[in-house]
C-alpha cells in the first residue's frame, strides 16, 4: 500500500503533457496522490495519459501556453474542476539546433516564445490560484540555461532565459507564500533529444561533451527527482545530481565552450554544410502542425 505523501489530494497542473518528461511526471504525480490537469497541443495523447490514470484523478485541456486568453480560461476551468490549484509545472517546450546563419527565422523565434512567453504566460494564468493555495510553481529549465553550447542558441537562450524569470518570480511572490523551483536536466531519453541526435553533426558536436555532460540519461530517475523537488517545494531542484556541482562553475564555462567550441566547430564545418532544421521531435512536429493551423482558443475535454 503506498504511503501517504505531501502530494495526496492535492492538484497539479502540467504543461506540454503529451509525452516526454510531462507525461512522465503527470503520472508519477498521480502515483503520488495528486489529482492532475494535463495541458497541452496533443489532446490524443493528452487524453490517452489522463484515461490510463486512476478515475476522477486526471483531465486535459489542449490549449497554446502563448496564447494568455487561453490559458487564463484554463487555469479557471481546472480551478472549476477540482477546486483548488497547488502545483504548476510549466514544462511545455520545444527545440531546434544548428547554426545561426541560415537557420530557420520561424523556429527560432517559436523556441523562444513557447520556453519563455509561454512560461510567463502560464505564471501569470495560475498566480492567482497558486496565491489562494500558497502553491508552488516549478519552472523547467535544462542544462542549457548554465552551458552556452553551439548550434543551439535559440534553446540555450530560452533555458536562460526562464531561469532568471523564475528567479526573479520567486522574490516576486515568495511573501505571498507561493514558493517557486528551477528544475535544471542535461540530455534526458526524450523525442526532442532523439529528434536532435537525428542530424549527425549535432549527434557528433554532443557526443564529444565533455564528461558527464555527453551522456543521454533515462527518463524515469530523472522525473522522479523532479517529484521529490516538487514534494519539497524546492527552489533548486536537479534532474541529475552531478548538476548541482556545475553551478559554481558557471562564470567560467562561457569563455571554456568559446575556446572549446571553436575547435569543434572547425571539425564539423563540413557536415554543418545547408544544415536549417526546424522544431525536433514529435512534440516539435506537433506545435508546429498546430502552429501552422492557427488553432483558436482553447478546446475542453
Request: proline share 5%; net charge positive; hydrophobic share 45%.
Amino acid at each position: 500500500m503506498r504511503a501517504g505523501t505531501h502530494l495526496d489530494g492535492r492538484v497539479a497542473v502540467v504543461t506540454g503533457a503529451a509525452r516526454g518528461v510531462g507525461e512522465s511526471l503527470a503520472r508519477k504525480l498521480a502515483g503520488r496522490g495528486a489529482r492532475v490537469a494535463l495541458v497541452g497541443l496533443e489532446p490524443d495523447g493528452m487524453r490517452r495519459v489522463a484515461e490510463s490514470l486512476p478515475a476522477g484523478t486526471a483531465a486535459h485541456w489542449h490549449a497554446d501556453v502563448t496564447d494568455q486568453a487561453a490559458m487564463t480560461r484554463v487555469a479557471a476551468e481546472v480551478k472549476d474542476r477540482f477546486g483548488r490549484v497547488d502545483v504548476v509545472v510549466a514544462n511545455a517546450g520545444v527545440a531546434t539546433g544548428g547554426p545561426l546563419a541560415g537557420s530557420d527565422p520561424a523556429a527560432w523565434r517559436r523556441v523562444v516564445e513557447v520556453n519563455l512567453v509561454g512560461s510567463a504566460v502560464t505564471g501569470r494564468a495560475f498566480l492567482p490560484h497558486l496565491t489562494e493555495s500558497r502553491g508552488y510553481l516549478l519552472q523547467i529549465a535544462s542544462l542549457a540555461a548554465i552551458v552556452p553550447a553551439p548550434l543551439m542558441t535559440a534553446y540555450c537562450a530560452s533555458k536562460a532565459g526562464v531561469e532568471a524569470y523564475a528567479h526573479c518570480l520567486r522574490a516576486e511572490v515568495g511573501h505571498t507564500g507561493v514558493r517557486v523551483g528551477v528544475a535544471y536536466l542535461s540530455w534526458t531519453d526524450t523525442d526532442m533529444v532523439r529528434g536532435a541526435d537525428e542530424n549527425e553533426a549535432m549527434r557528433a558536436l554532443r557526443a564529444r561533451l565533455p564528461w558527464p555532460a555527453s551522456r543521454t540519461y533515462p527518463l524515469g530517475p530523472a522525473v522522479d527527482r523532479l517529484v521529490d523537488g516538487i514534494e519539497r517545494r524546492s527552489a533548486h531542484v536537479y534532474a541529475q545530481p552531478w548538476l548541482r556541482a556545475v553551478q559554481p562553475l558557471r562564470g567560467a564555462l562561457p569563455g571554456l565552450f568559446a575556446l572549446g567550441g571553436a575547435r569543434e566547430m572547425r571539425r564539423a564545418g563540413p557536415g554543418l554544410a545547408g544544415v536549417r532544421m526546424g522544431l525536433v521531435g514529435a512534440g516539435g512536429a506537433a506545435d508546429a502542425e498546430a502552429t501552422a493551423a492557427r488553432q483558436p482558443g482553447t478546446q475542453r475535454h
